[in-house]
Structure formats: C-alpha cells, structure tokens
C-alpha cells in the first residue's frame, strides 16, 4: 500500500519570497512522484516529475523538488514566490508494484498557496 | 498531440436523478483512462480506471458506474444521485503502458447535487 500526506493544507507567502510545499510518502516499493498544480477552473497540470534519475527534480515556471529517500520526503520549493503561483498543489504518487495495483496514482489532500502582493 | 475533452463543466443536478459525464480522448490509441473524484477539502480519489474497451476496474464501492464503449471514450455515470456524490470529477488518460510519464488531465466537471 501507498500513501501520500501533504503536510500542509495551506500556505501563504508574500511575493517575492521562497515557498515550500512539504509532501511526505510511503511505498513498498521505489515510487514514481509528481507535483500537480490546479489553478481555479483549470485541470491538473503537472508540474514536475521523480523517475529515480537525479533526485534533484526541476520544473516547470521555476519550481523545484528534492527526492530523499532517507526521509521519504518530496518537498516543492520555489525561491521567488509570483502572484500567478497561487492555486492548489497535489503531491502524487505513482505505484511501481506489479499486478493490478501497476501505475496507480495516490494523491496527497493538497495544498492551497496563497501569495500576498 | 494529444488532447482529452471533459464535459460538462459544472452540473446540478437533483437528489435521485442520473448522470452521464463523458470523457473522449484525442490523439492516441487504446489509452489507460481513470475517473478521479476530488471532494471538498479532500484529496483525488481514484474511482474506475480502464485498459481497453469493455474493461473496467472500480477502485471504492459506490453509487457511480463507469463504461467504455469506444477506444477514447469513458463515461461515468450514475441511476440515482446521492448529495454525497458532490465534487470535482475529473477524467484522465495515460498513453503508454510502460514507462514513468505523467498524466494528461481534462478540464473537469464540478457536480452539485441539491
């Protein structure tokens, strides 16, 4: 089984300041993970993505995450928080297990950042 | 490319009536489709997903079915409408079967029902 929490169901940062979206996983297995975002009446759109390459993950509009295993943590940071940043965060597990249970997705409850002018 | 089309956009619908959301993809072929729920102050939830046509998985017991008539086309629906069936329902597709890619979302549909 795998399970996602996202630390923190909301955040609010001036513009201009770093952000940190906390997300921490469990898996049986070496996940696949990802960060969503959801801005107000607009789909999912995938911000970045873990695939067991380099642990430090970029993205895109200058978001950034850090796979640590030893932590079982995938933090979303930015250094420079922008007023279009504000929307919903998803933290997303993918399943790497065989069977049935093979490419599915656990979402975290996700995270709300607000950005103060 | 690759596009998938989600409608309606918002629905209310009343206590006890059906539903029919219906998902098409473009662009590809024999698709993984999944129904995602995102409730209120909650997470997404997996509802169906589906490798092929007529082949359907349910994931949580409910009062939602879920069908695939064609290669790129997913509906979910429902005979009877529950107030607890509210939320943000959201179709997606992945395109291989292998591999680590992330998923391609539609724009989803808000449910209310009243």
């Known amino acids: 089984a795998q399970s996602v929490t996202q630390l923190d169901s909301h955040v609010s940062v001036s513009e201009g300041t770093p952000v940190l979206l906390r997300c921490n996983y469990s898996?049986?297995?070496?996940?696949?993970l990802f960060w969503y975002v959801q801005h107000p009446n607009k789909g999912l759109q995938l911000l970045l993505k873990?695939?067991?390459?380099?642990?430090l993950v970029k993205g895109i509009n200058g978001f950034e995450a850090e796979f640590k295993k030893s932590e079982t943590s995938f933090h979303l940071t930015k250094p420079s928080a922008h007023m279009s940043d504000a929307a919903e965060y998803f933290c997303?597990?993918?399943?790497?297990?065989?069977?049935?249970?093979?490419?599915?997705?656990?979402f975290g409850q996700g995270t709300i950042l607000t950005v103060h002018p | 490319s690759q596009t998938i089309h989600q409608w309606p956009a918002t629905l209310v619908q009343p206590v006890g009536s059906p539903l029919s959301l219906e998902c098409t993809v473009e662009?590809?072929?024999?698709?993984?489709l999944y129904w995602y729920r995102q409730a209120a102050g909650r997470g997404l939830q997996l509802l169906f997903y589906?490798?092929?046509?007529?082949?359907i998985s349910s994931e949580v017991p409910q009062n939602l079915s879920a069908s695939r008539p064609q290669d790129r086309q997913f509906i979910l629906s429902s005979k009877k409408l529950l107030l607890s069936d509210s939320g943000f329902y959201l179709c997606?597709?992945?395109?291989?079967?292998?591999?680590?890619?992330?998923?391609?979302f539609g724009s989803g549909t808000r449910l209310t029902v009243v």
């Open positions: 997606a597709w992945r395109g291989d079967r292998v591999g680590v890619s992330g998923y391609t």
């Open positions: 898996s049986s297995y070496s996940p696949s």
């Open positions: 997303v597990v993918r399943s790497l297990a065989g069977g049935t249970s093979y490419g599915k997705l656990t």
């Open positions: 873990y695939t067991s390459a380099a642990t």
């Open positions: 662009g590809t072929s024999n698709p993984n």
């Open positions: 589906s490798v092929g046509i007529g082949q």
